[in-house]
């Protein structure tokens, strides 16, 4: 069983930064595409940002430019580096992994607010 655990979110002022993590308990090179996804109250869940094992990278076009996601297979990490937060990045972030085959995991969560 693969598990996902997600760190590194808190409360934040407008404009401040956050780093979240994700830590595999799998070898993360079996994921073909890790990912964070976030959901704020009474919205869907949404793509934030994904990075495949060759290295390709997507954004959502709300945190292009403010975000950046890495991956560290040596380390089985994942994280999401947040810059320029606005009170509209506020949700729980996900931590998604894909496996080759096509199975999904997901992390617990981590709860991302921004406010003064």
């Known amino acids: 069983q693969v598990q996902l655990v997600e760190s590194g979110g808190g409360l934040v002022q407008p404009g401040g930064s956050l780093r979240l993590s994700c830590a595999a308990s799998?070898?993360?090179?079996?994921?073909?595409?890790m990912g964070w996804y976030r959901q704020a109250p009474g919205k869907q869940r949404e793509l934030v940002a994904t990075v495949s094992s060759g290295g390709n990278i997507n954004y959502a076009d709300s945190v292009k430019g403010r975000f950046t996601i890495s991956r560290d297979n040596a380390k089985n990490m994942m994280y999401l580096q947040m810059n320029g937060l606005k009170p509209e990045d506020t949700a729980v972030y996900y931590c998604?992994?894909?496996?080759?085959?096509?199975?999904?995991?997901w992390g617990q969560g981590t709860q991302v607010t921004v406010s003064s």
């Open positions: 998604n992994a894909i496996k080759y085959g096509g199975f999904a995991y």
């Open positions: 799998a070898n993360s090179r079996s994921f073909y595409v």
